[in-house]
């Protein structure tokens, strides 16, 4: 957990901002415990004083973000929240299920120290996608970052395993996306019944069967990277909606990796990036060889 700093203060105060509800108590043992950095150099000076642009980090020992249901939450302060949302989870509630959502477990989690707090929702993935979302804690806070999105003032990578070798080493992908009957997204030529979409692609490895790349989002339209993959021919693994015959990982091969923007509120660089999950790493980390 990081944050740049925009008020003067003591060290301890700064970090209750990265720690909301956390007691003076348990905050003086991650001091005690040498986990909190003042731009990069470990501190245990609960007085030491502290003024805008510097940045405070505390280090985690193995993974100490709380995690919900399978969701992790990796910042939290009294504006929003930053989660890392496994796959197989909706972001929000659809006819078919109201409580297994990113939501639903996050409202419940806030309810439970504040009755009174609200939740409001930013941005989506996939129920099959993993990754980084963030979710504002007030109406004014969520229309700030929404504008933010709009504006593409966002930065937002995926990591996608897709199907072929793809032999462009990078491009962009343009298109206005509609929804047919079938709930699918595709690409059509009329504008006015569409929705711009605008896909960035880079070619991070290639096997003789699939092809890794790096997914930058200028637009966020629903289905947006699976529905563009696919038209070029190469769908995401484990995208059986958008034609892929191919499901090496058990799971889609997408993932929201980086998520960054500035704080709606206080106007400094917020910016989360996960681990490799699991089922990407040996496509992520592994040399090019003899694999799939």
Not at 27 to 56: C, E, M, W, Y
Not at 196 to 216: D, S
Request: overall charge positive; some cysteine.
């Amino acid at each position: 957990m990081k944050l740049v700093l925009s008020n003067e203060n003591s060290l301890l105060e700064a970090i209750h901002e990265l720690v909301l509800g956390a007691s003076n108590r348990t905050l003086r043992q991650f001091l005690q415990h040498g986990r909190v950095r003042l731009n990069g150099a470990t501190s245990k000076i609960a007085t030491q004083h502290v003024v805008p642009g510097d940045v405070v980090e505390i280090v985690t020992q193995g993974d100490s973000h709380p995690t919900i249901s399978g969701l992790k939450i990796v910042y939290e302060d009294k504006d929003i929240i930053l989660i890392e949302k496994p796959t197989g989870l909706l972001t929000v509630a659809t006819p078919h299920e109201q409580e297994k959502t990113a939501y639903a477990y996050l409202r419940q989690y806030l309810k439970e120290r504040n009755p009174k707090q609200k939740l409001f929702i930013v941005h989506r993935l996939d129920k099959f996608a993993s990754g980084v979302l963030v979710f504002a804690k007030s109406e004014p806070v969520q229309a700030k970052l929404q504008a933010l999105f709009s504006r593409h003032d966002i930065r937002r990578k995926y990591w996608a395993i897709v199907e072929g070798r793809l032999e462009k080493d990078h491009g962009t992908i343009r298109s206005y996306l509609a929804e047919n009957r079938a709930n699918r997204m595709h690409s059509i030529e009329d504008g006015s019944d569409g929705k711009l979409a605008v896909t960035h692609f880079c070619v991070l490895k290639r096997f003789p069967r699939l092809t890794v790349l790096e997914v930058t989002l200028e637009t966020g339209r629903k289905n947006q990277i699976r529905a563009h993959l696919a038209e070029m021919g190469h769908p995401i693994v484990g995208d059986r909606a958008y034609g892929s015959t191919m499901n090496p990982m058990g799971r889609l091969g997408l993932h929201a990796f980086l998520l960054g923007f500035k704080h709606p509120i206080l106007g400094t660089p917020i910016e989360h990036k996960t681990k490799v999950p699991p089922e990407f790493s040996r496509y992520l980390t592994h040399r090019q060889s003899k694999e799939e």
